[in-house]
């Protein structure tokens, strides 16, 4: 069984940057896809970005460009560096891993096994 636990999370001001954690237990994560999610006030759950075991990377299209997911797989870890943050990025930000997933339901939260608890941003205007 994976465990993840997320840190990192804030109270920012729009335009700053952040970097969440997500660090994993019982498990090593090398073979695994690890994703973000996140879940506004109100909206439903939404796939942020999501890395391979290969290191291939998937974003979120209002997210590119200003948010980079890497992972340390010697630290069995992995991170999500979000810069030029806006308001509209506030929501609870959930890590999630799956050893099996295939690439078609990279973005389908359904289709990943382990998540953490998740870390709250929120971004002022």
């Known amino acids: 069984q994976v465990r993840l636990v997320e840190s990192g999370g804030g109270l920012v001001q729009a335009g700053d940057s952040l970097r969440l954690s997500c660090a994993a237990s019982?498990?090593?994560?090398?073979?695994?896809?690890m994703a973000w999610f996140r879940q506004g006030p109100g909206k439903e759950r939404e796939f942020v970005a999501a890395v391979r075991y290969s290191g291939h990377t998937y974003y979120l299209d209002s997210v590119k460009g200003r948010f980079t997911i890497s992972r340390d797989n010697a630290k069995n870890t992995v991170y999500l560096q979000m810069n030029s943050l806006k308001p509209e990025d506030t929501a609870v930000y959930s890590c999630?891993?799956?050893?099996?997933?295939?690439?078609?339901?990279?973005?389908?939260?359904?289709?990943?096994?382990?998540w953490g608890q998740g870390t709250q941003v929120t971004v002022s205007s």
């Open positions: 999630a891993a799956d050893q099996s997933i295939i690439l078609s339901n990279i973005r389908q939260s359904v289709a990943y096994d382990h």
């Open positions: 019982g498990r090593t994560i090398n073979r695994y896809t």
